[in-house]
């Protein structure tokens, strides 16, 4: 279960940092980014449709992420399960209430003397 978390861990962070170089890669509207990191260049690596590739990567690389954070998730949610069941069946009817004593108050000195 360990190496699958580590794996999933891993699968998340080079996704997530992939998506990010692509959405920066794409072309918006007012050429924002993209033309920063030379989008022009994206054109000529992957032809007159580089939109389409680059759209389709983030398309499936979003999908990737997705799933990767539902089953960590998951398998975290899990973990935590078990832990509880360890603790016991109702944790809150072992909690015992303190007593209560009473406090004594002291005055500590008398009040000023108003004056008018």
């Known amino acids: 279960m360990l190496v699958m978390k580590a794996l999933l861990l891993i699968v998340l962070v080079l996704c997530s940092v992939s998506l990010i170089g692509l959405i920066l890669l794409q072309r918006s509207k007012s050429e924002g980014l993209g033309m ?3 989008a022009s260049t994206g054109e000529s690596l992957f032809g ?3 939109g389409n590739v680059l759209t389709r990567a983030t398309v499936v690389l979003g999908a990737v992420f997705m799933v ?3 089953l960590l998730g ?3 949610a899990q973990q935590d399960r078990s832990l509880m069941s360890d603790v016991g069946s109702d ?3 072992e ?3 303190l007593p209560l004593e009473p406090i004594s ?3 500590l000195g008398e009040a000023p003397a108003e004056t008018p």
């Open 74 to 76: 998951v398998l975290y």
């Open 95 to 97: 909690v015992q209430p």
């Open 48 to 50: 007159a449709r580089a």
């Open 68 to 70: 990767c954070a539902l």
């Open 91 to 93: 944790p809150v009817a």
């Open 36 to 38: 920063a990191f030379g």
């Open 105 to 107: 108050v002291e005055p």
